[in-house]
């Protein structure tokens, strides 16, 4: 018993301590307006930006940020309602809130509210005055579909929230916010369904995100590394998105969606590999539409990785391999060349990557110029100079392309990065390289995890159910239950019965026959 006593009792202290560690600081305000504007100007440093404005010839002062206050709702809400009389005193405005934590009108002033401070008065008053800047909700560029919604998430943390339910409009659909960084005290947002998710995987994302300790937190991207299981690992384990469907739809399996204030990109926990070829555009068709796109988007990903190192293998190690009509050709392209095929690789890899890059820094009309005319002539001159056979450029041109096709642009990063490792393996061993790399890379996938969940569910470890929405897309009607990836606590996605219409009218029909 004694052993089960200091048990419970270290998990209290414990508790307590955390419970410490999260309560606000307090300072509380006095009566002398003076000291409390000092305070208050000590804490800011005395910056320029925040105003003060005297009132009841020196007996009252309004306090606000001059860039986050909007005027206009400074004069309608606290000054208009005192004009017309509407009120006695600005302590009865509605919607103002009070307080004698001058460490709370800290936090308020940074968020651009306006606090009210009265000599002979403890008590301090708070407006919600802030000015707003918002982006439209508009389809985001990097993630367009030909069919479905064309809305896309923005800088507002409450607009994205906003965006996620009303297409969840349910109760479960549950919402739970933190203050992630010293400095910055960025707004941090995991959304859920309870009844749905696993409550483990929950707490263990909130685990995660309340021991980062970092002085900022300015998109998901810093939290992603954080958070996630295996930082070293060249693939992205949890899924980012500037889709509201594509969130919901996770939300829906029974994952966890987080959302930082200032940034339009969503994460999803855990993630696997396969949710990475997913698009909404594959439930938006015919499922076997949909199944033909994805399975390119999975050969697309051979291409992208192996297809450079496969020609290096057969031009330098396996020559046998090549139709007998292709030698020729091949030869002769090859015999010009003075650098050895892995060479040629190289050169036509950066060069692919730094025509990629300047077409994304420079404005749009420009960068499609670069891209374009960057790649012909670049291309054409670079052959005729002998430097790269004319081979070698389709391929290139054609892992480029493949690279393109994953909807994630993570993954397609990890996937143009996988090629160089390729190249230098297929370049030294030929096909036992090229193997090796690959096993590597089956390997690595089969022992990574995200959150708990295996990265190359349902494959490893296998489970047939869930491969009607892997490799392929099996109707919808057909996926009666979530994948057991995220581990969720309420498995039926479709209930029985959901196409017995059908029997009903062949019975019907039957009968009229």
Same mark, same amino acid.
């Given at each position: 018993?004694?052993?089960?006593?200091?048990?419970?009792?270290?998990?209290?202290?414990q508790?307590?301590?955390?419970?410490?560690?999260?309560?606000?600081?307090?300072?509380p305000s006095?009566?002398?307006?003076?000291?409390?504007?000092?305070?208050?100007?000590?804490?800011f440093?005395?910056?320029?930006?925040l105003?003060?404005?005297?009132? &009841?010839?020196?007996?009252?002062?309004?306090?606000?940020?001059?860039?986050? *206050?909007?005027?206009?709702?400074?004069?309608?809400?606290?000054?208009?309602? $005192?004009?017309?009389?509407?009120?006695?005193?600005?302590?009865? #405005?509605?919607?103002?809130?009070?307080?004698?934590?001058? +460490? +709370?009108?800290?936090? %308020?002033?940074?968020?651009?509210?306006?606090?009210?401070?009265?000599?002979?008065?403890?008590?301090v008053?708070?407006?919600?005055?802030?000015?707003?800047?918002?982006?439209?909700?508009?389809?985001?560029?990097?993630?367009?579909?030909?069919?479905?919604?064309?809305?896309?998430?923005?800088?507002n943390?409450?607009?994205?929230? /906003?965006?996620?339910?009303?297409?969840?409009?349910?109760?479960?659909?549950?919402?739970?916010?933190?203050? =992630?960084?010293? &400095?910055?005290?960025?707004?941090?947002a995991?959304?859920?369904?309870? @009844?749905?998710?696993?409550?483990e995987?929950?707490?263990?994302?909130e685990?995660?995100?309340?021991?980062?300790?970092?002085?900022?937190?300015?998109?998901? @991207?810093?939290m992603?590394?954080?958070?996630e299981? !295996?930082?070293i %690992?060249?693939f992205?384990?949890m899924?980012n !998105?500037?889709?509201?469907?594509?969130?919901?739809?996770?939300?829906?399996?029974?994952?966890?969606?987080l959302?930082?204030?200032? !940034?339009?990109?969503?994460?999803?926990?855990?993630?696997?590999f396969?949710?990475?070829?997913?698009?909404?555009?594959?439930?938006?068709?015919?499922?076997y539409a @949909?199944?033909?796109?994805?399975?390119?988007?999975?050969?697309?990903?051979?291409?992208?990785?192996?297809?450079?190192?496969?020609?290096?293998?057969?031009?330098?190690?396996?020559?046998?391999?090549?139709?007998?009509?292709?030698?020729?050709?091949? &030869?002769?392209? #090859?015999?010009?060349?003075?650098?050895?095929?892995?060479?040629?690789?190289?050169?036509?890899?950066?060069?692919?990557?730094?025509?990629? +890059?300047?077409?994304?820094?420079?404005?749009?009309?420009v960068?499609? *110029?670069?891209?374009?005319?960057?790649?012909?002539v670049?291309?054409?001159?670079?052959?005729?100079?002998?430097?790269? %056979?004319?081979?070698?450029?389709?391929? =290139?041109?054609?892992?480029?392309?493949?690279?393109?096709?994953v909807?994630?642009?993570?993954? !397609?990063? *990890?996937?143009?990065?996988?090629?160089?490792? $390729?190249?230098?393996l297929?370049?030294t061993? @030929?096909?036992?390289?090229? #193997?090796?790399?690959?096993?590597?890379?089956?390997?690595?996938?089969?022992?990574?995890?995200?959150?708990?969940?295996?990265?190359?569910?349902?494959?490893?470890?296998?489970?047939?159910?869930?491969?009607k929405?892997?490799?392929?897309?099996?109707?919808?009607?057909?996926?009666?239950?979530?994948?057991?990836?995220?581990?969720?606590?309420?498995?039926?996605?479709?209930?029985?019965?959901?196409?017995?219409?059908?029997?009903?009218?062949r019975?019907?029909? %039957?009968? /009229?026959?």
């Amino acid at each position: 018993m004694g052993f089960f006593r200091k048990f419970f009792q270290g998990e209290q202290l414990q508790d307590r301590k955390i419970a410490d560690d999260q309560q606000e600081p307090q300072q509380p305000s006095t009566k002398n307006l003076s000291r409390n504007i000092d305070y208050l100007l000590n804490e800011f440093k005395y910056t320029d930006d925040l105003k003060i404005r005297v009132l &009841k010839k020196g007996d009252a002062a309004l306090l606000y940020f001059e860039a986050m *206050t909007d005027q206009e709702k400074v004069q309608q809400m606290i000054f208009n309602p $005192l004009e017309i009389g509407k009120v006695d005193h600005i302590y009865d #405005i509605p919607n103002a809130k009070e307080t004698t934590n001058l +460490e +709370e009108c800290i936090r %308020s002033l940074l968020r651009g509210h306006a606090i009210y401070m009265e000599d002979g008065h403890e008590r301090v008053t708070m407006f919600n005055v802030t000015s707003v800047f918002n982006r439209s909700v508009e389809e985001p560029a990097n993630e367009k579909v030909v069919r479905g919604a064309h809305d896309g998430f923005v800088e507002n943390l409450m607009i994205n929230i /906003n965006l996620v339910r009303k297409r969840i409009e349910h109760r479960d659909l549950t919402v739970k916010f933190f203050k =992630v960084g010293k &400095k910055t005290n960025t707004n941090v947002a995991i959304l859920f369904m309870d @009844g749905i998710v696993n409550p483990e995987l929950v707490q263990k994302v909130e685990k995660r995100i309340q021991a980062v300790h970092t002085d900022k937190v300015q998109s998901p @991207g810093f939290m992603e590394e954080f958070i996630e299981d !295996s930082p070293i %690992s060249p693939f992205p384990q949890m899924l980012n !998105s500037e889709r509201p469907d594509r969130i919901v739809a996770s939300i829906m399996e029974g994952r966890v969606a987080l959302f930082t204030e200032g !940034s339009p990109t969503a994460i999803i926990a855990p993630s696997t590999f396969f949710m990475f070829y997913q698009s909404p555009d594959d439930y938006n068709t015919r499922w076997y539409a @949909g199944t033909f796109i994805r399975l390119i988007r999975f050969a697309s990903f051979l291409i992208a990785v192996g297809l450079p190192a496969f020609y290096i293998s057969v031009v330098s190690f396996h020559f046998e391999v090549i139709p007998h009509d292709l030698v020729t050709p091949i &030869k002769s392209s #090859i015999n010009e060349i003075a650098y050895p095929p892995i060479l040629e690789a190289l050169i036509m890899v950066v060069i692919i990557e730094l025509i990629r +890059e300047a077409g994304i820094r420079l404005p749009s009309p420009v960068g499609q *110029t670069i891209g374009i005319v960057g790649g012909l002539v670049i291309g054409d001159a670079v052959v005729r100079a002998g430097l790269v %056979s004319n081979i070698m450029v389709i391929v =290139v041109a054609l892992t480029a392309i493949a690279s393109f096709v994953v909807p994630s642009n993570e993954l !397609s990063m *990890t996937l143009r990065m996988l090629t160089f490792p $390729l190249i230098f393996l297929a370049g030294t061993l @030929g096909f036992v390289g090229l #193997i090796f790399g690959f096993l590597l890379i089956a390997v690595h996938l089969t022992k990574l995890e995200s959150f708990g969940t295996p990265y190359f569910s349902p494959v490893a470890p296998l489970r047939i159910k869930d491969l009607k929405d892997t490799f392929i897309r099996l109707p919808i009607f057909t996926m009666k239950q979530r994948p057991k990836g995220p581990q969720p606590v309420s498995t039926t996605a479709v209930e029985e019965g959901a196409r017995e219409w059908k029997k009903d009218e062949r019975s019907n029909q %039957s009968k /009229n026959k």
